[in-house]
């Protein structure tokens, strides 16, 4: 069965704050891999705020893009499944594992794990409401007294939805712990509809041992992405040759982060991509040589132009091959 838009096994995790436009662009740009949005909040969506709609406009990206939505009343579903589809979603996603309490008390994200009859109404009317392929993303369980990822399973497939990811922690583990991908097995068992594991999955062997463990379909990538935006390309390309991609120079982080930079301040001028540049650049740092030093002075930086040089200063400055396996990592 042709799962993907990409005929990928590998899938960026949404992740709010993160997997925007310009990421996703990044991300995109290494090769294959399936690309999923922000989260979209469908009362905000179907207000037609206009942040909101910037957030879910994804016309003039050159691939398929699945937009994640999350929301707890039923009937805002149909109207948002439509306007994602004008705003040019190539699938959408129903989120019913965000455990973010605000979230969680607007009867959206895991919370819908508690109350089934309301999931299987969000997942039937999108359905209704559209012809695009409509999946569902949730956890284990809402806590450890409440594991019901497989009969939740079950529920979206009859629901209608084309393809679950199940991230193998409960909505009280937040993100501590390890990832369960037994119960991710289980569910695979369950259910005729491809699944894709999600939950610690780092690289080409993790996923490999993540697809052998579960035998799921897909794999989802989350952490792993920040700071690099090469890693579901890489994935792929070890999941279909068993090849490891090389290691990064230091040299081809800068410039995928100053490509990075470029594309933030692109989307959002050039203020907004400064502050939002500096959780990036802590994340492409990670492990290496005086990172931390070098990432107060950034913080402290107060242009983009000052960043850009900060950026080649620092990078330039360390030895080829240093990247990965530091201290910090
Ligand atoms: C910063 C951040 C934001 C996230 N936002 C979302 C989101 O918008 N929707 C969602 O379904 N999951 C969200 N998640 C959860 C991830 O999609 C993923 O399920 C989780 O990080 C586990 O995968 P990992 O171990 O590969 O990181 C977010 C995670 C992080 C770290």
Redesign the pocket.
Known sequence: MAMTNFDSRVFL??????TDKPFRRLVASFGKGNIVS??VAVNALTRQNRKTWRIADVRDEPYPVIV?L?GGEPELFAEAARVAAELGAGGLDI?M??PVRKIVNNNSGAYLMTDMPRAAKIIETTVRATSLPVSV?FRKGWDHEHVNAVDFARMCEESGAVRITV?GRTRSDF?AGR?DWEIIGEVKNAVKIPVVA????TDGPTAAAALAATGADGV?????ALGAPWAVADIDRYLQTGVLPPVKTTVEIMQVLLAHLDGLEEYYGSRTALSLSRKYVCWYCRGLREAKRFREHYVRLTGLAEARTAVKEYFGGLSAGEANGGEER
């Open positions: 995790a949404p992740m709010a704050g993160i922000e989260m994640q999350v989120n594992g965000c993303k991230h993100y990832a999600n939950g610690d999955i989802m990538i989350g952490r792993a």
